[in-house]
């Protein structure tokens, strides 16, 4: 065992110089969702280069799949790679990391899996686009890609280290109010105020959060509010998000503002289009259920390989991520880490930190971690089998 992880440990830092080097020509040139060309083409070049079986385009056009097969039979350890950046501040929630991360990880159990020539087992590296909207790996779950998966691990960093990261269900959608345009002085009367719709429905959604669970959340913004105040505004518009720790929770809580912005059609007289986004290029995240037992071995193995902050931060609700559609499909995890700094993702300091050697020092130790667990799997039936069964418990009490 403890071969196995030092033999991991060294594969790793063999590599470093070019992890941190692939990582940074994604952090150099981010993308957004779905156009993640030069991040797919990087990628597969790298790791065809490290010795995997590269699938290019795999079922989506910027995903891919590198795979190291050895023997026959064994368990199939999913890895995760993630490179889409966000509009304007680039590599702001560090997913160049986790491009780096899982590819790190690939590349430390395939050299475990070469030193116990014995041992049988698959390394499926996916290559998952679109997270930052448009649910890449929604699309790949549809298509099969997760389907001889055992386990599927990833990391995802931040500015703390937490085990068994809490992801609520979200949903995202627009509404859109038709009224009827007037000369606001001279016939006011003969107007339908789009405007006063949106309006009540925003308050009212906002008096709703007094009376829903601690951990629902509801995010409105105006959109649209008319053109000119001598206009009534006969077109006004409202994005909302909607999260909830279950798919079951959100949708009641989806039938609220059903109900809501219905409301406020009849009380002004508007027509209303209500567009909730379900379908598979829009947001539709499920929440992450992390798998006990791969936390546990996880926790392990990370505080093994001395990370530079190991404090450890209470397990709580974080973001949406379709990875919890994944952790619904096959026993998943999504610890978060910390890359040395205190700013949160999605802000400018944090995109700063996520090509800082730290960050790269901190990636490659979680890196070595997820591989250790897939080794783990690989090499403990007993343990495969208990993380099957406990996963079947957590689905099944989803739906209590
Ligand atoms: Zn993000
Ligand atoms: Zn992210």
Redesign the pocket.
């Known amino acids: 065992m403890s071969q196995a992880t030092d033999v991991i440990s060294k594969a790793v830092e063999d590599k470093a110089d070019s992890l941190q080097e692939l990582s940074g020509k994604i952090w150099s040139h981010p993308e957004l969702f779905f156009e993640e060309k030069f991040a797919h083409d990087t990628l597969t070049e790298f790791l065809e280069k490290n010795g995997f079986e590269v699938e290019r385009k795999y079922k989506v056009d910027t995903a891919f799949k590198a795979v190291f097969r050895q023997g026959s039979g064994g368990a199939n350890i999913g890895l995760i790679c993630e490179y889409d950046a966000l509009p304007d501040i680039g590599h702001a ?1 560090g997913h160049n990391l986790i491009a780096e991360s899982g590819a790190a990880a690939a590349i430390g159990l395939k050299a475990a899996l070469e030193a116990s020539p014995a041992t049988s087992g698959t390394v499926t590296l996916l290559g998952t686009p679109a997270e ?1 909207g448009g649910g890449g790996k929604i699309l790949l779950i549809n298509a099969g890609a997760f389907a001889d998966i055992d386990v599927c691990l990833m990391v995802h960093p931040a500015a703390m280290n937490m085990m068994a990261t809490g992801c609520l269900s979200y949903m995202a959608g627009n509404v859109v109010f038709t009224g009827k345009a007037a000369h606001a002085s001279a016939a006011p009367w003969d107007g339908i105020n789009a405007l006063d719709a949106v309006v009540n429905a925003y308050t009212a959604l906002s008096t709703l959060r007094q009376q829903i669970h601690t951990n629902w959340r509801i995010n409105v913004i105006i959109t649209e509010g008319g053109v000119k105040p001598n206009i009534i505004p006969e077109k006004a518009a409202l994005a909302f998000s909607l999260r909830a720790p279950t798919d079951k929770e959100l949708a009641v809580l989806k039938g609220k503002l059903a109900d809501i912005v219905k409301a406020a059609a009849l009380a002004t007289g508007c027509e209303v289009d209500l567009q909730f986004a379900v379908d598979d290029r829009i947001a539709y995240y499920s929440n992450m259920i992390p798998n006990k037992q791969l936390v546990e071995r996880y926790r392990q193995h990370w505080l093994s390989f001395g990370p530079a902050d190991s404090t450890i931060t209470p397990d709580h609700f974080w ?1 949406s991520t379709d990875m919890g559609n994944v952790s619904l499909e096959v026993p998943s995890i999504q610890p978060t880490f910390n890359i040395g700094t205190a700013a949160d ?2 802000t400018r300091d944090f995109t700063e930190t996520t090509n800082q050697p730290k960050a790269h020092a901190a990636t490659r130790c979680v890196s070595k971690a997820m591989a250790a667990v897939g080794w783990d799997v690989l090499t403990d039936s007993a343990l495969l089998k208990e993380i099957r069964e406990s996963f079947q418990q957590q689905l099944a009490s989803l739906n209590e």
Do not use: G, R, S, Y
């Open positions: 929630c930052e973001a993702v999605h």
